[in-house]
Structure formats: C-alpha cells, structure tokens
C-alpha cells in the first residue's frame, strides 16, 4: 500500500520510518530540504512541492497529514486539495480543534474528498508502537484504512467514534481527563455529554481505561 505523508516534524518523522519498516510505499513531502535528505537517506521518497508530492501518489491517494494545527494546516489543506482526486483519503493527525475538523470535513466533502480525524497519543517509534489513536469521519475511508491503523496503532489501540470531529474530540476528552482529577474527569464526560457528537461515552472511556500510557 503507497502512502503520502506530509509533516516531518519528530512525530511524522518516526511515522514515516515505522510505516517503511512495515512494507508501506511512502512519500513525503516537508518544506524544510534537510529533514527531507535526512529521510531520503534511509530510503523513503521525498518530493520538493505539493504538486509533486500529489502527482507521485497512484489514485486513491492516502495522505497523512502531521503538521500543526491551525493556519497552517488550513494552509496546506487549501494547496493540496487542488491537485486530489475524488475518493482520496486525508488523515489529519494533527492536534485540531474538533470544530475546525468539522469545518474542514464539510468542505474536503464538498468537494468529494474523504477525511478522518485523528487523535493520536503516544510516541511513534519504527520498530515498536505506544500509539492509541481515535478516529471520526466516513467509515467506509476508515475501512479502506483500518490496516494502516492495526499496523501503526499498539493491539487493539485505535477506536472508531464517529463522524467527523470526534476522533480529535475523543482525544481532547482523554487530554482533559489523563490527569486523574475528579474535576478534570467531570469536565471531560460533562463535554462530551453536551457535544454535537452522538457518541458511545462508555466505549470511549473503557478504551482509554484498558489503553492508558505514560507520556513523558
């Protein structure tokens, strides 16, 4: 399976090189050329522009995106999307507000372009996995991708939650609860009962609670 990746960055850097152990086609792309000739020296592809970068992907593209949040993504979401295909799969791996994911989602559907959010927590690593990871947006793009998820995630540490959005909500529920304060508990639970989602809170909790892990 050929993936794109855009974002080298220390997390997309590590996901690159671990989906390259595990047999995948990768092809990044990084507006910084020295990571990109660090990477390209453990033999991954790089590409030096967007345009390149789409137009070295086989349709259906599947690109993980793991830049930051915010502006930039917006950025690089509205570059990009000029040179997809419809039925192309983004992941968004970054840490997004649930809304912007929503508001982002609405408009990659417009224009028939599958998104899924994902909360990801934990470190990539190339030989071994400490990553959980929750997932909002079309299921049947999730389908297409839950290999890539078993492969990335540790067993049984990824969750599908719903429509778009709710893969970085769920994370951002974990984020507020991870502490183990009963206040911090509370405003978890109370967010995600007054949320837009229809989600299976005990699902949701009983995956962080059986897939806990340590971050330094």
Same mark, same amino acid.
């Given at each position: !399976?050929q ?6 960055? +220390? #997390?997309?850097? /590590? *996901?690159?090189l671990? %989906? ?5 086609k ?9 990571v ?10 790089t590409t030096?522009s ?9 349709t259906?593209?599947?690109i993980w995106? !793991?830049?930051?949040?915010g502006d930039?993504?917006? +950025? #690089?979401?509205? /570059? *990009?999307?000029?040179? %997809? ?11 997004s507000?649930y ?6 989602g609405q408009a ?6 599958d998104?899924l959010?994902c909360?990801?927590i ?7 996995s400490d ?5 909002g947006?079309?299921?049947f793009?999730?389908n ?5 998820f078993k492969?990335?995630a540790a067993?049984g ?9 709710s893969?970085?909500f769920?994370s951002?529920i974990y984020?507020?609860?991870?502490d183990?304060t009963?206040?911090?508990l ?5 967010g ?7 989600l299976?809170i005990e699902?949701?909790i009983?995956?962080?609670k059986?897939?806990s892990?340590?971050?330094?």
């Open positions: !399976m993936i794109g990746l855009i974002g080298l960055e +220390e #997390t997309g850097f /590590n *996901l690159a671990s %989906l390259h152990s595990k047999g995948y990768v092809v990044v792309y990084d507006h910084n050329e020295d990109l000739q660090d990477i390209h020296r453990k033999g991954i592809s030096k967007l345009k390149d970068f789409a137009e070295s992907l086989s259906k593209r599947v995106m !793991m830049i930051s949040a930039r993504m917006d +950025e #690089t979401l509205a /570059n *990009l999307s000029g040179y %997809l295909s419809v039925s192309d799969i983004i992941i968004d791996g970054s840490n507000f809304k912007d994911t929503i508001r982002r990659l559907q417009g224009m028939q372009i998104y959010d909360g990801v934990g470190d990539i690593h190339r030989t071994a990553v959980r990871i929750t997932i947006g079309n299921r793009a999730l297409f991708c839950e290999s890539l492969d990335i067993h540490g990824y969750l599908y939650c719903g429509r778009s959005g893969g970085h769920a951002m984020k507020a609860v991870k183990g009963m206040q911090n509370e405003e978890g639970l109370s995600a009962h007054t949320s837009e989602f229809t299976d699902k949701i009983n995956f962080w059986h897939n892990i340590s971050e330094n």
